[in-house]
């Protein structure tokens, strides 16, 4: 996209405030249209034409801003004969080939981002840990120890014995879906085949992008949240969930550990604002006229009238 371009002192140049809104309205316009078509500042005479009126056009050829055929000006193009010109367009403006050549090079551009976003997509993870994680994890080979012990499967919901959703039922009394297979062989936390982040497009493996990553919960990790957060959160719950999602949108990530690490994080805090009791007077809606206690009895008048005879009945009988 090209751009016609204005200085900030356009609006008040003796030219423009001489030859007025109507016909600088019609200068614009034709700006507009000689940049979208790389024309240079050249304009057709039956563009100029239906673009304004005789009055402003000719405005415009007595102020300088446009040029007819034969005009004397030395810095400005001769235009065929009835086309017309803009003073001055390429000092302000970039020519055609220039434009052209700024395009290509964004459509390099574009090119080697798809192609670098599409080997990315392809290659398989990496087993290279990436410094920003580096000493993060402690790496104990845990993976390798689940995908070889027998008494780790998918139904344990991606965990060594019962997790708590599996052996308390809950409010569905469904348990945790299980976790990502362990049989992709790629590091915990994935290589340059996580890096892309947005929407990836469909594999043709089928498999979700958290997957082909190879995401894995690792004993480090379990240690981490346990050692940080204690029985706040539910370990195995929260990162089934943490799967589920991202197999659900697709969405990749630079970091899943990170990406993992700051789910945990708004588990926990949910949980804690969850147990914590509510402020004293929370749940009180004032009463009209601001009185916290409960409104005093109405005095009844006719009680006092009864008891009033009652006394001068009294007072009687003694005399």
């Known amino acids: 996209m090209a751009w016609f371009a204005l200085d900030d002192g356009f609006d008040t140049h003796p030219k423009v405030r001489k030859a007025g809104n ?30 304004g009126t005789g009055p402003n056009i000719r405005k415009l050829l007595t102020v300088g801003m446009l040029h007819e055929h034969g005009h004397a000006c030395p810095r400005c193009p001769q235009p065929a004969e009835g086309d017309f010109v803009i003073h001055d367009y390429l000092d302000y403006n970039k020519s055609r080939a220039q434009i052209e050549a700024a395009r290509e090079a964004a459509r390099k551009r574009q090119n080697r981002g798809r192609e670098n976003a599409r080997r990315n997509r392809n290659q398989p993870g990496n087993d290279v840990e990436s410094p920003a994680n580096r000493g993060r994890f402690e790496d104990d080979s845990a993976s390798n120890r689940r995908r070889n012990d027998p008494q780790f499967e998918d139904t344990t919901a991606g965990q ?26 790629v590091a915990d936390v994935g290589g340059e085949g996580a ?62 550990p990170d990406a993992w690490q700051k789910w945990i994080r708004d588990d926990a805090k949910r949980a804690r604002d969850r147990q914590q009791p509510p402020a004293q007077g929370a749940f009180l809606l004032p009463l009209p006229g601001g009185g916290q206690g409960p409104p005093a009895p109405r005095r009844s008048t006719t009680d006092e009238r009864v008891a009033g005879w009652l006394a001068l009945a009294s007072g009687d009988d003694q005399t």
Request: aromatic fraction near 8%; hydrophobic fraction near 30%.
């Open 195 to 256: 890096g892309s982040e947005g929407l990836a497009q469909e594999r043709p493996d089928g498999l979700a992008p958290i997957d082909t990553d190879g995401f894995t919960l690792t004993d480090a990790m379990r240690r981490w949240a346990l050692q940080t957060f204690g029985p706040t959160v539910d370990v195995d719950h929260s990162t089934a969930q943490f799967v589920s999602h991202y197999r659900a949108t697709g969405a990749r990530r630079k970091s899943w």
């Open 160 to 185: 060594e014995g019962m997790s708590h959703r599996d052996t308390h039922e809950g409010a569905t009394g469904v348990p945790s879906p299980p976790l990502p297979s362990q049989n992709y062989g």
């Open 22 to 51: 109507a016909a600088v309205g019609v200068f614009v316009r034709l700006g507009v249209h000689a940049t979208r078509h790389l024309t240079e500042g050249h304009l057709d005479g039956d563009i100029v034409r239906s673009y």
